[in-house]
């Protein structure tokens, strides 16, 4: 029997709401640790995965960034993907001291912005042992770029420099929406926002944070941890054409596995395929 409790993580000088699923038994297991992407919150379709993870006996631990749900953090809804990957290896030093874990056979999980984290991390961090990275988001400039219209992005660029100007004033963080209405982002977040906690805004500043990470430039250097990308190939918001790039910059071991879908298609549509692929993996390079 898998029990599923509610934890706090104290990282970097937050406090991280978190998930722990630990299956019974005495013996040492190994960990997969566990995030969601650029505003999203743990709630918000990791479960599906994790309960999955964990009957498999893997100890699963699942997180909501600082500024995001329960987790503590100001500005809220603010994505800083440095600040980020650093609570991520802080994650991994609170998982790897817990009980019946195994130190050394960690897997890490990232989807979408948290997928770049997971190539990032796995890059720097050796603790990490096998990587599973969905979606992910591969160049902040680019995606940016592909975000903002040419034309209206001189505008867009004032807009974040007045931001700073107005945050050293002592003003408050300008946001802006996260999910469109009638996106495919709205669509996706809708249908999983199943408590109705998602507060579909993120800080401007947010975005020009995500115009300096370059998760693409670590591809070399993960090696030899393997790691399996997993993709959609109508995805248009971290654009499929660009993840293929950065897997081709990947050393072995590596596997992709391309879905035939969009990029939210993976958590729902073709959930058993992503779950599935997932999983053969880390139990494949973890157990």
Aim: proline share 6%; glycine share 8%.
């Amino acid at each position: 029997m898998t029990e599923r409790r509610d934890i706090v993580i104290d990282a970097n000088g937050e406090r991280l709401a978190g998930w722990l699923y630990q299956p019974g038994g005495d013996e040492s297991r190994p960990l997969i640790v566990m995030s969601h992407g650029f505003s999203a919150l743990m709630a918000m379709g990791l479960d599906d995965y994790a309960s999955v993870f964990a009957a498999a006996g893997f100890v699963v631990l699942v997180y909501d960034h600082r500024s995001y749900g329960a987790s503590s953090g100001w500005p809220r809804h603010e994505t800083d993907p440095w600040q980020q990957v650093e609570d991520m290896r802080a994650v991994i030093s609170y998982g790897r001291n817990l009980a019946r874990v195994d130190p050394e056979r960690v897997g890490l999980w990232g989807t979408s912005y948290s997928g770049g984290h997971a190539l990032t991390v796995t890059a720097l961090d050796a603790r990490v042992k096998c990587a599973v990275s969905q979606v992910p988001l591969v160049s902040g400039q680019r995606t940016f770029d592909a975000w903002v219209p040419e034309k209206s992005r001189p505008r867009f660029l004032e807009r974040l420099a007045a931001d700073r100007d107005g945050r050293a004033r002592g003003e408050p963080a300008g946001v802006t929406v996260a999910a469109i209405p009638g996106s495919e982002t709205a669509e996706w977040a809708e249908a999983v926002d199943k408590d109705g906690t998602y507060g579909n805004e993120i800080t401007v500043r947010s975005l020009d944070l995500l115009r300096g990470y370059e998760p693409i430039s670590f591809m070399g250097r993960i090696a030899p941890t393997p790691l399996l990308m997993i993709v959609a190939d109508q995805d248009t918001q971290t654009p499929v054409a660009w993840q293929q790039e950065a897997f081709a910059l990947a050393g072995e071991p590596k596997k992709l596995l391309t879905l035939s879908g969009r990029h939210y298609d993976p958590y729902t549509l073709l959930l058993q395929q992503s779950r599935q692929a997932a999983l053969d993996w880390f139990q494949e390079h973890l157990q």
